[in-house]
T-cell receptor, first 110, second 112 residues
Framework: QQPVQSPQAVILREGEDAVINCSSS?????VHWYRQKHGEAPVFLMI?????EQKGHDKISASFNEKKQQSSLYLTASQLSYSGTYFC???????????FGEGTQLTVNP | NAGVTQTPKFQVLKTGQSMTLQCAQD?????MYWYRQDPGMGLRLIYY???????DKGEVPNGYNVSRLNKREFSLRLESAAPSQTSVYFC???????????FGSGTQLSVL
C-alpha cells in the first residue's frame, strides 16, 4: 500500500509557509523526502531516522513520529525555487524496499 | 563522476515489441531500484535489488523482468510492450537501506 501524502497540491505566494504530511500503515525505520522539478529526476532533501528527530535543510525542515508512522515537511518563507513535487518515502523496518507517496505539487508564485 | 546512468533517454516502441532499459552506477552501491512515473501517480516501485544476486518485486512488477548483472548494472526488460507501459522510468541506487537514493535522469518510453 502506497504511503498517503496530503495535500495533493498547494499554491503559495512567495514568503508563505506550507506543511506536507505523510503517513504509512507500516512500522517505519526512517522517512525520506525528495523534491522533483518538472522534467527532472527527484533530488534528495533529507532522511529522518527513528527517535522523532527533526532535520533542516535551509528553510525546509521535517519531523518524524515513528509511533504514529507519520512525517511532516515544513517549508517556511517559501521561495520561487521551492516549486516542484515533493515525495515522501517511508522506509519500513526490514529490507531495502522503498516506496513513495503520490506526491504533493507545490507552486510558489511571486 | 557519472553517478547513475540510464540508457536510452527516449524510446518509442510498437505494441508487442521487446526492449531492455539499462542502468549502471559507479558508486559501488549495494541496492538498486526501478521506478515508473505516470502523471498523478507518483513514483511506483517496479523491482529492486537489495544486493548483487538478489531481486524482489515491487508494487507493479507485472509485464517486467529484471537482471542484476553485477554490482554496477541493473537492467529492466519489457518482453512484450503494451501501451499501459508508456511512462517515465527511473533507476536509482544507494549504498544501504539507511542511505539516500541517487536517481538516474530517466527514460521516456512511449508504446504505440
Amino acid at each position: 500500500q502506497q504511503p498517503v501524502q496530503s495535500p495533493q497540491a498547494v499554491i503559495l505566494r512567495e514568503g508563505e509557509d506550507a506543511v506536507i504530511n505523510c503517513s504509512s500503515s507500516k512500522a517505519l525505520y526512517s522517512v525520506h523526502w525528495y523534491r522533483q522539478k518538472h522534467g527532472e529526476a527527484p533530488v534528495f532533501l533529507m532522511i529522518l531516522l527513528k527517535g522523532g528527530e527533526q532535520k533542516g535543510h535551509d528553510k525546509i525542515s521535517a519531523s518524524f513520529n515513528e509511533k504514529k508512522q507519520q512525517s511532516s515537511l515544513y517549508l517556511t518563507a517559501s521561495q520561487l525555487s521551492y516549486s516542484g513535487t515533493y515525495f515522501c518515502g517511508p522506509q519500513e523496518t526490514s529490507g531495502s524496499r522503498l516506496t513513495f507517496g503520490e506526491g504533493t505539487q507545490l507552486t510558489v508564485n511571486p | 563522476n557519472a553517478g547513475v546512468t540510464q540508457t536510452p533517454k527516449f524510446q518509442v516502441l510498437k505494441t508487442g515489441q521487446s526492449m531492455t532499459l539499462q542502468c549502471a552506477q559507479d558508486m559501488n552501491h549495494n541496492s538498486m531500484y526501478w521506478y515508473r512515473q505516470d502523471p498523478g501517480m507518483g513514483l511506483r516501485l517496479i523491482y529492486y535489488s537489495a544486493s548483487e544476486g538478489t531481486t524482489d518485486k515491487g508494487e507493479v512488477p507485472n509485464g517486467y523482468n529484471v537482471s542484476r548483472l553485477n554490482k554496477r548494472e541493473f537492467s529492466l526488460r519489457l518482453e512484450s510492450a503494451a501501451p499501459s507501459q508508456t511512462s517515465v522510468y527511473f533507476c536509482a541506487s544507494r549504498s544501504g537501506f539507511y542511505e539516500k537514493l541517487f536517481f538516474g535522469s530517466g527514460t521516456q518510453l512511449s508504446v504505440l
